[in-house]
């Protein structure tokens, strides 16, 4: 089955917010099968939206609007499906008692336009708001299949998750479903990384291989077709071994993991705890620890030691060692990452000095960055060259401190 | 003008990422007066690219497409125009020259594949990359232009800022250009601040003044129309006099000033420097105030302290005010704030302590937040509930920690 995905409204035509929807939606119909073939995006003005109902009806089995189903006289997508095809609209209790709820509940009398929120073509069926007021509907027209469906991004999901994925569920006369497994990788670049999976990529049939280039990352999604869900489980397996043997070495984590919810959870299973001394990345590697649900049991937290004097008063570094060597420097690194794990009383500690740019510094170019990682066994200093703005070496500091506290991928 | 943004990849379809480039191109497109009334997304299928060609040429006086000009077989965009309109792909000597260079210098050898990023139609205007390898072009046929941009991000950005913005000031014959200031808010919501200054948005005719709602804050941008810079930069002032007049205190910043860019511009500006003590916001504050260029000469560093332990060794926070009060607690956030200040020796200490979630901590519901802020003048405490994920919660912490220290919007 294929479908185009139809998003309504201006304010997407403007710029002010990006089509976050139609990803969210091709995601959860490749889940079912469906093949997603064109993206739209229209204003909420009706013959425009008439017209790509037009032209995506022509191909598709499914088309997917969101967006223009609210209370107010710009939202005319039920109107334009309606005028298109000559369809009565009409209300569905269910929902418009849940308007008329909604106001009452407030001391607010229901507008008529409120009451447009509980309105669908005739004959259709309609799927109930449970996180807003519009309901949203599918109709069949011909061979197309019309799905309506709201706008604001939570409002989508819940009704998807709820109403939308069992229907789609019944639709799907094959019984065929798509299981996905995304493996990622850091320390390797996209072509890089294909070169080794190229193999696999030129034979790929069912489960299929797909990389994509992230923010200094890389995944590969392995994705199966099938209908039987112990199977799909073997066949991805047996890729993903595939895959291993060939570039297994930067492989660090699964589907929603990140460098820094791996980095605390391996920590964590070696009962080691963390502290962290940060100069060129002021906070971020700390912040981003944080950010992780459950970090407090690793990570203890650090010093953001941005001067030389907070570095000798806050980290015990030693004035020799500045003077000597700067603070960009090996030495200056391993007293760091000494120092914080010392001062915190943790198990390990690591260190990030370096220059962020755009500026050199103590004759070091930007992207030249020290991590120190001090352990119960020994302390170890990594160095990196990295490329980018500020704000890139930054970020890709702290991941690189990620990798280093993994050992993923070994010394570079 | 009318325009449409078709931007080509299968990623996009697969939903591995959101059309962003649309929308970055929209906000860019605007501010040449141009109108966006449709935005495509279609796969890397030769086919599909030119049939979304020719209906947009249909329609449109401009047709943006962004992506697949790179070097893979499926990267056929330039392919899809030429074969749509009969024309031949002819390279560009500079943008060749590029391709070679970056692969001698690196001792590799040029494929006939990596060339193909120097292909243009004959005919067309060139634009040069100077963030990759592909270049971009122009071309005018019939009465539509096309522009073949690429699709890295930071690539797009690098062309529409130094090569087709001027392209399109130089189309726009009517000398009319758009000027705008965007005025930043925090501290009010959207329909708070519309509610302040509806009776502007209602007479609005040119400057215009859209409000538009971010991460947090909420802009307004102000917009006028005209030939005349001097006349333009007047209207622009008397409008922003009049928005001041209506909401005047929660107006921080203009354009590219953050909220971090605006607390150390102000803390400079009395010569004063900055620490900081983070407990549930784990360095994000620091992080935030380091990606600021030039933040050095303000903001010396600080201490993330997790747990009360390292709250009372590094800030000497007192072991009572601990057990009596929690860490959780306005006397907590001011030993922090005033510790900090002590131990690295700055004008000003800010503290934030609170429950980022999703549990409650020491009996507080998720969003507790103290923001402390020792100054040379006396140690002041906010509290705040804010709500949220615990993603949002620190987001929102760290922000609101600016808004103290600017004084921005007094206390809530």
Redesign the interface.
Known sequence: MNAEIIAVGTE?????????N???????L?QHGVN????????DNLP?IRQ?IR?AAKENDIVILTGGLGPTEDDVTRNALAEEYGLNLVYNQQALDKVEAFFESRNRTVSDANRRQALHTEGAHVFQNNAGLACGMVYKHSDAWFFLLPGPPHELKTMVEEEVSPFLDAMNESRDFLLSRVLKFYGIGESALEARVHDLITQQTNPTI?P?AGQDEVTL?LTVKTTDRSDAKKRLDELEEAVYKRCGSFLYGYDEDTLFSRTLDDLRSKGWTLA?A??V???????????V?G??DV?????????N??KE??LHVKAATLEQHGAVSEACAKEMAEGVRN???TDTGVSLTGV?G?SPQEGHPPGTVFIGISSPDKTHVYKRRLRGD??SI?RRAVKDACACLLEVGGEK
């Open positions: 997407l035509l403007l710029g002010q917010i990006a089509n976050t139609g990803q969210y939606l091709s995601n959860q490749m997603i073939y064109k993206h739209t995006v229209v204003g425009r790509a032209i797909a994509l999604r962290v940060e100069s990345s002021g906070g971020l590697l700390g912040a981003s620890f944080t950010d649900s970090a407090s990570y203890a937290g650090g010093a953001i030691t941005y001067s004097e907070a008063k806050q001062e915190y009383g962020a755009p500020r704000s930054r």
